[in-house]
T-cell receptor, first 115, second 114 residues
Framework: GAVVSQHPSRVICKSGTSVKIECRSLDFQATTMFWYRQFPKQSLMLMATSNEGSKATYEQGVEKDKFLINHASLTLSTLTVTSAHPEDSSFYIC???????????FGPGTRLLVL | AQKITQTQPGMFVQEKEAVTLDCTYDTSDQSYGLFWYKQPSSGEMIFLIYQGSYDEQNATEGRYSLNFQKARKSANLVISASQLGDSAMYFCAMRLAGANNLFFGTGTRLTVIP
C-alpha cells in the first residue's frame, strides 16, 4: 500500500505563533495532496487541495492567509497555521493520491493545541 | 449538492459476528466512486474498500464487503467475523467523476464486544 507520513504528530504552541505541518508521500509521487481538518467527534472537512508547483485551491470559508499551503515537490506538502489562536486547535490530516482521482491515502494526522 | 449520510452514530457487535454499517448518498451525477475508511483512536485514516458507480459486482476486500444498491443510493459496509481490532470510527465517502476531492459522512463508531 501507499504510505503517507505527517510531522509532527502532536504540537502545542502559544497563541500568536506559527506552526508548520509536513505531509510526505514516502513510496510514491503524489500529483495532488489534500489537507483536512477534523474537530472532535466530527467528520473530516476538506480545507484545500494542492498540486505540485501550483497554488492551492481552498474550500469556501478557509482563510488562505491563515492556512498557508506549499507543495514544493511531488512528495512533500506543508501546511502552515499562521498566528495561531486557540480556535485553530484541531486535528489536521493530509492525504495524497498518485494520479488524478485515484484512491487517497491518508497520513496519521497532527494534533494541534494552541494555548 | 453531494451528501453522504451515516445514520448510525454508534454500533456494537459481538466478536466473530458480522456487522453492517449503513451509508446512503445523494448525487445527481451518474459517475462516482464510494469509499470506506477506518479511523482508529490513533487518528489515521485507513482505506478499506472502493466501489465505482458502474461496477456491476459488489466490492470485496478480505473481511470487508460493500453492499452496493445503486437504485437506493446506498453503499453499506459489511464486516464479517468481527475482531476486537475492528473497534474504530468508520467513514463513508464519495467522489464524483472528474473531481478528486472526497465528501465524507459523519461516521459510525463501531465497538466490538469480546
Amino acid at each position: 500500500g501507499a504510505v503517507v507520513s505527517q510531522h509532527p504528530s502532536r504540537v502545542i504552541c502559544k497563541s500568536g505563533t506559527s506552526v508548520k505541518i509536513e505531509c510526505r508521500s514516502l513510496d510514491f509521487q503524489a500529483t495532488t495532496m489534500f489537507w483536512y481538518r477534523q474537530f472532535p467527534k466530527q467528520s473530516l472537512m476538506l480545507m484545500a487541495t494542492s498540486n505540485e508547483g501550483s497554488k492551492a485551491t481552498y474550500e469556501q470559508g478557509v482563510e488562505k492567509d491563515k492556512f498557508l499551503i506549499n507543495h514544493a515537490s511531488l512528495t512533500l506538502s506543508t501546511l502552515t497555521v499562521t498566528s495561531a489562536h486557540p480556535e485553530d486547535s484541531s486535528f489536521y490530516i493530509c492525504s495524497a493520491e498518485r494520479g488524478f482521482a485515484e484512491t487517497q491515502y491518508f497520513g496519521p494526522g497532527t494534533r494541534l493545541l494552541v494555548l | 449538492a453531494q451528501k453522504i449520510t451515516q445514520t448510525q452514530p454508534g454500533m456494537f457487535v459481538q466478536e466473530k459476528e458480522a456487522v453492517t454499517l449503513d451509508c446512503t448518498y445523494d448525487t445527481s451525477d451518474q459517475s462516482y466512486g464510494l469509499f470506506w475508511y477506518k479511523q482508529p483512536s490513533s487518528g489515521e485514516m485507513i482505506f478499506l474498500i472502493y466501489q465505482g458507480s458502474y461496477d456491476e459486482q459488489n466490492a470485496t476486500e478480505g473481511r470487508y464487503s460493500l453492499n452496493f444498491q445503486k437504485a437506493r443510493k446506498s453503499a453499506n459496509l459489511v464486516i464479517s467475523a468481527s475482531q476486537l481490532g475492528d473497534s474504530a470510527m468508520y467513514f463513508c465517502a464519495m467522489r464524483l467523476a472528474g473531481a478528486n476531492n472526497l465528501f465524507f459522512g459523519t461516521g459510525t463508531r463501531l465497538t466490538v464486544i469480546p
